[in-house]
């Protein structure tokens, strides 16, 4: 068991709604000598990828994306949620659901940053039905960029958002898989992370 996974079963809570709570550690208090483990694992897993820059969406993913780029040596990019559809030309946008809100979202990044030069990591703390993933992606491909991998801190393995990113092809490394989660009785199943 990988260290983000002990966190997980120590101090994971099981919320109604298939929501896992990990905010102890991973997204309000964060806990940096994590990030920074999932950081030399995630270099190991896209070893031999010449990532120019790495791509994440507010708020959560950018504390972990931070310290992850420490790895990578490139910049961090994160995607801005708009509240207002923006009509602006030098950005570039896509529409997501959030899962927690349930609202939805432009997400934005200036055309300044992200170019068809760049061959993107995209990092993000959670991969439920894939909606942020997948705006994502169509901001890079929306740059000519190319998605070079995509890391997830947790993933949650009984949602259909890995299945989706997988079958597109693309190389998608989670750390930490949970394959089913009761919130009635706080049971937390972990998959083979290594999918
Ligand atoms: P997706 O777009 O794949 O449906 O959901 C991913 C996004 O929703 C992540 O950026 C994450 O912030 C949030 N999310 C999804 N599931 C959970 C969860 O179980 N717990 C928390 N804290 N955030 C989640």
Known sequence: MNCLEKRIINDGVVKEGNVLKVDSFLNHQMDTDLFNEMGKEWKKRFEGKQITKILTIEASGIGIACIVAQHFQV??????????????????????????????????????????????LLIDDFLANGCALLGLIQIVEAAGATVEGIGIAIEKGFQQGGQIIRNSGYQLESLAIVESMDWETGTINLGENNR
């Open 75 to 120: 910049p961090v990019v994160f995607a801005k949620k708009a509240k207002t559809i923006n009509l602006d030309g030098d950005l570039y946008t896509a529409e997501v659901e959030s899962f927690t809100h349930k609202t939805k979202n432009q997400i934005v990044v200036s055309k300044k940053f992200i170019n068809e030069n760049d061959r993107v």
